[in-house]
């Protein structure tokens, strides 16, 4: 039974809050479960290597797509997460006041 064990791994590895966190969860998870026809590459890529049709290869579609869309998001946040940081760096110009009227006042 493929379905519970991949509901089990997913379950395990959804509350990882960076892309390398989560690939080095599923990647521990996997190898536990040697038995699992399913691979991950370096890129969060899972692949099936059961038979394509059933019950199984249906569960294991439905997962890989959880984790292709819980990649996604982590990455999302991974990037706004930089790009807040450099709001953050621009805006404390002036220490004393941090708004961008002062960081205008300071370039013109």
């Given at each position: 039974?493929?379905?519970p064990?991949?509901?089990?791994i997913?379950?395990a590895?959804?509350d990882?809050?960076t892309?390398?966190?989560?690939?080095?969860a599923?990647?521990?998870a996997?190898?536990?479960?040697?038995?699992?026809?399913?691979?991950l590459?370096?890129?969060?890529g899972?692949?099936?290597?059961?038979?394509?049709?059933?019950?199984?290869?249906?569960?294991?579609h439905?997962?890989?797509?959880?984790?292709?869309?819980?990649?996604?998001?982590?990455?999302d946040?991974?990037?706004?997460?930089?790009?807040?940081?450099?709001?953050?760096?621009f805006t404390?110009r002036?220490?004393?006041?941090?708004?961008?009227?002062?960081?205008?006042?300071?370039?013109?």
């Open positions: 039974m493929t379905a064990t991949l509901a089990r997913l379950a590895v959804s990882r809050r892309p390398e966190a989560l690939h080095s599923l990647q521990g996997l190898a536990a479960h040697p038995d699992l026809p399913v691979t590459d370096a890129d969060l899972l692949h099936w290597h059961g038979a394509p049709d059933g019950e199984d290869a249906g569960a294991f439905a997962f890989a797509r959880t984790v292709a869309n819980l990649a996604g998001t982590l990455a946040l991974d990037r706004h997460a930089q790009v807040y940081g450099l709001a953050r760096e404390r002036d220490e004393t006041d941090t708004s961008l009227g002062a960081y205008s006042r300071e370039c013109c």
